[in-house]
């Protein structure tokens, strides 16, 4: 069985977060859903809370941590990518933005991507179609058709449990990316050789 790479990016910011948990079931759906076209899923995340400072500092210095590198070598090797984010002031965080802002030029190109968004309330639902996907479509990725927002009321009395309308949504958002990834085969592998350091970087020492 051959095997697809899905990154999950998530910029919630509590621990545990309604972020992360519709993080959580996007993967597996989609996971899911490759197994059923007889291929298995390597799911790694990427949680930017972990780097929120490492973003700040590569915003004022130009230079990424290795922590913050390893995160965005994560992504761009992926095969597949989940992206979800809060929703602050109807669009996405500032942290996820920063995130992508610093993103190597190109590392979305093609890449087969689904998009979300959590918030306390459905009059934020509007931010998928009017914040996230204008980014990832300005960033070239291949989104894929179905977005899914999950406001306060659409988990269960408990648990984490999507509602009947929402896991409606996870399903068909996650069989959507699986497509996407299987028609688009594995992601080949980064050439050792290659050297993405910027010139200037290399001259000062970088």
Do not use: C
């Amino acid at each position: 069985m051959s095997t697809r790479t899905l990154t999950v990016v998530t910029a919630g910011l509590n621990r545990p977060s309604t972020t992360r948990l519709l993080a959580d079931r996007l993967a597996a759906a989609t996971e899911l859903a490759l197994r059923e076209r007889d291929l298995s899923a390597a799911v790694e995340f990427v949680e930017l809370r972990e780097v929120a400072h490492d973003l700040t500092d590569n915003l004022l210095t130009g230079f990424p941590s290795p922590a913050l590198r390893a995160a965005l070598d994560t992504v761009a090797r992926a095969d597949g990518l989940i992206a979800v984010t809060p929703i602050f002031t109807a669009s996405y965080s500032g942290l996820f933005k920063t995130f992508f802002d610093v993103l190597d030029s190109g590392a979305l190109v093609g890449k087969p991507a689904l998009i979300a968004a959590t918030a306390g309330t459905v009059r934020h639902s509007l931010a998928l179609d009017h914040a996230l996907r204008p980014l990832f479509s300005y960033l070239r990725a291949s989104v894929a058709p179905t977005g899914v927002f999950a406001a306060s009321e659409d988990w269960g009395t408990g648990g984490g449990v999507a509602g009947p309308a929402l896991a409606d949504r996870i399903d068909r958002a996650g069989g959507e990316l699986a497509l996407l990834v299987a028609a688009r085969g594995p992601q080949a592998p980064a050439d050792p050789f290659d050297v993405s350091t910027p010139f200037e970087q290399l001259l000062a020492g970088g």
